[in-house]
């Protein structure tokens, strides 16, 4: 039984570590942009997002292991937070901000 009980504790950490990563790569990545570009794709305001995102961010910071059983719940409501930021509001930001459309052969002349 202790065999078990050690993979799922290994398997809570790589989770929980998994989830700190992805909601700091949201956290930056929503710290990047102007706030004329989320209004630009009404997707709510820079404010709004670094808020949401930080408090998400600090929930899993403390979720990590030893305390992370206990406030799982809240980690995975700001979890998912950072899941709409990266596959809803990133890519229409990304299309419209100038610093990531392609040059084309007419501009390098």
Excluded: H
């Excluded at 009404?42 to 910071?61: E, P, R, T, Y």
């Amino acid at each position: 039984m202790e065999i078990i009980a050690g993979f799922q504790q290994i398997i809570f950490l790589a989770l929980s570590v998994a989830a700190f990563g992805l909601q700091l790569w949201a956290f930056i990545d929503c710290l990047r942009y102007k706030d004329e570009n989320y209004r630009a794709v009404d997707k709510q305001s820079k404010k709004f997002w670094v808020i949401l995102l930080g408090v998400g961010l600090a929930l899993a910071l403390i979720a990590l292991p030893p305390m992370g059983m206990r406030i799982i719940f809240l980690n995975l409501i700001a979890l998912v937070a950072g899941i709409v930021y990266l596959t809803d509001v990133r890519p229409k930001i990304k299309a419209i901000d100038p610093r990531n459309r392609k040059q084309t052969r007419k501009n390098w002349r």
